[in-house]
C-alpha cells in the first residue's frame, strides 16, 4: 500500500509568485489534514478537510492561502503571492477515522 | 500557555539507557494521544496510539497516560543510536495538536 503522496517534495518560488502543494492520501482514507512546520519547532495545524468539504480551517492564514480536497484527485495547498515567511516544511496527512494520522515526507518551499 | 508543552531537549544518552520523554497538556476535551518520531527532513512517523490513561507497551517503546493529571510519557528501552530523532507528542479531541517535539541523540 503506498503511503500519503505529496509533491513537490521541494519547490522555490519568488516573491509574489504562487505555490501548489499536492497530496494523495492513503488509499480509502477520507480525511485530509495540512500543517506547516518552520525549522526547530513543531507542527502548526492549518486545515482539515474531508472531500469536497473544508471541515476546520482555523489554523490557516485568512488571506492568500486556500485548501482543497476534490472529489477527484489529489488534495491542493495554495498559497498565493508568496513571501519570506511562508517558506517552511508543508506536511500532509490522511487519516481512516479522524483519529491517528499518517504523514507525507513533506513539500518544502523556499521563497527568494 | 500553550495546549500542549514538551521539554525540547536536546536530549543526549549512552547507548542501552531508559529515555523518558514528557507532555504535559491544558485541555481536558483531548482524548487521544500519539507520540510520533521523525527523523532529520523526514516526515513524522506515527509510534505509538493511546486512548485511555494506563500504560502501553510496544517492543522498547511504552506509552503512558494520566488523563488525571493531563502528563504523558513514552519510555524508551535499552535506545538505540536509530533512536535518534525528534519525537512528537500530539494529542486530539478534533484536530490533532503536536508539542513542540524533544530532540534526542543517542551515543554509541
Known amino acids: 500500500n503506498a503511503g500519503v503522496m505529496q509533491n513537490p517534495r521541494h519547490l522555490v518560488r519568488r516573491r509574489g509568485q504562487e505555490a501548489r502543494l499536492r497530496c494523495s492520501p492513503v488509499k480509502g482514507h477520507s480525511h485530509v489534514y495540512w500543517y506547516r512546520q518552520l525549522p526547530e519547532e513543531g507542527l502548526k495545524f492549518m486545515v482539515y478537510l474531508q472531500k469536497e468539504n473544508i471541515i476546520d480551517e482555523s489554523g490557516m492564514p485568512k488571506e492568500r492561502f486556500s485548501a482543497e480536497f476534490p472529489k477527484e484527485g489529489p488534495s491542493i495547498l495554495r498559497i498565493q503571492q508568496v513571501v519570506r515567511g511562508d517558506s517552511a516544511a508543508y506536511f500532509c496527512a490522511s487519516s481512516p477515522e479522524r483519529r491517528e494520522l499518517f504523514f507525507g515526507e513533506g513539500s518544502r518551499l523556499t521563497v527568494l | ?108
Open chain 2, 1 to 108: 500557555q500553550k495546549e500542549v508543552e514538551q521539554d525540547p531537549g536536546p536530549l543526549s544518552v549512552p547507548e542501552g539507557a531508559i529515555v523518558s520523554l514528557n507532555c504535559t497538556y491544558s485541555n481536558s476535551a483531548f482524548q487521544y494521544f500519539m507520540w510520533y518520531r521523525q527523523y532529520s527532513r523526514k516526515g513524522p512517523e506515527l509510534l505509538m496510539y493511546t486512548y485511555s490513561s494506563g500504560n502501553k507497551e510496544d517492543g522498547r517503546f511504552t506509552a503512558q497516560v494520566d488523563k488525571s493529571s493531563k502528563y504523558i510519557s513514552l519510555f524508551i528501552r535499552d535506545s538505540q543510536p536509530s533512536d535518534s530523532a525528534t519525537y512528537l507528542c500530539a494529542m486530539s479531541d478534533n484536530k490533532l495538536i503536536f508539542g513542540a517535539g524533544t530532540r534526542l541523540a543517542v551515543h554509541p
